[in-house]
């Protein structure tokens, strides 16, 4: 008999419920069959081109499948992407055998995470060296997708262009920039779902960090996503960096989660 992991089906099916509006906001496409999910924007911005496994307890050769089609296809695109895999829907085997299978489909870890959920209700935050502002203006997009280009190692261009005139992150996303003394540094944002909240594109500018504003901003997003909602379970995907962060809010770590991309020829 199978234990579900329900935390880890929990983080894997928001991923695919969050990121098909955020996907499809870019005027990208979305489509799953056979165990696999493609959310791919094509975008410059690599986490709008991402794809999942959407099976429980997938067994080692359902896993060698998906991965080599999961690869197939992210080799047909144009830009980059990830494959976001959530290791608590893998049986024991295809645990054991993961890296190895997918080395065999050309795909290398990028690196990795944790899912992280939690019911809390948190003050309202604040930092004595920033101002906080919602996204609301085109420039306030353009500041939020560069602080998370920059942060993740990506062209400041893509940054530019990953959320420039999106009606979904100025109206639906409670999405907030840490600003000091006039310049941006940090941000973050929070999704409302069905029954919880997702936090979604935390960043902040490197150079900037181990000054509490990343969390500080976390905080204010988080807040204002309760207090608008109604929801207290919030659901997030957290770096290793990240982590630490989180869990001194009060969230509480489950399935680790790895992010492959194409191998580098």
Partial sequence: MVLLNTDAVESRDHLITIWTGLVLDRGGQVSTDDGVSRMWADSTFMFWNTVTLTGVDISADALRDQLSRAASFMRGRSQAGYLWLFEDVLSPQARQELFGRAAEAGLELAFSGRGMAGDLSIPEPHHPELTFRRVETDDDLVAYGEINALAYGMPPEAG???????????RDAYAYIGYRDGRPVACAATIGGPDSIFLALVATVPGEMRRGYGEAVTRKAIYEGITQTGQR?????????GQPVYERIGYHANTPVYFFQLAKS
């Fill in 160 to 170: 530019r262009t990953a959320l420039a005139g999106s009606t979904l992150w100025r």
């Fill in 233 to 241: 379970r919030v659901v997030l995907h957290a770096t290793q960096a």
